[in-house]
């Protein structure tokens, strides 16, 4: 397994944009297939991004499209979801997690590593 640290989160206004951060530990992560979730009050967690080792493909749940991107760099070991045009209803506790499999889900049980979380608020 990797460990997974985040950060990055904070507040913002609607409109703003911020980066986050997952660094990873472990001599596979360039293996991992990667992934952020997102978890609101009151609600489940939901996938929003993921990218694939290997070709480093990407996906991204509807309601991000177009605004998050998510990159990965096998060489410092860190995973970024870059988020653009904020809303207030993106406000959540965003998840880092590793696939030790290699292979994309949407679902949160495909991965078996995750970090502590960072908290996104936006503000209208």
């Known amino acids: 397994q990797v460990q997974l640290v985040e950060s990055g989160g904070g507040l913002v206004q609607a409109g703003g944009s911020l980066r986050l951060s997952c660094a990873a530990s472990?001599?596979?992560?360039?293996?991992?297939?990667m992934a952020w979730f997102r978890q609101a009050p009151g609600k489940e967690r939901e996938f929003v991004a993921g990218i694939s080792w290997g070709a480093g493909n990407t996906y991204y749940t509807d309601s991000v499209k177009g605004r998050f991107t998510i990159s990965k760099d096998n060489a410092t070991k860190t995973v970024y979801l870059q988020m653009t045009s904020l809303k207030p209803e993106d406000t959540a506790v965003y998840y880092c997690?590793?696939?030790?499999?290699?292979?994309?889900?949407?679902?949160?049980?495909?991965?078996?590593?995750w970090g502590q979380g960072t908290q996104v608020t936006v503000s209208s």
């Open positions: 472990g001599r596979t992560f360039s293996y991992y297939a």
């Open positions: 997690a590793a696939a030790a499999s290699g292979n994309y889900a949407r679902y949160s049980t495909g991965y078996n590593s």
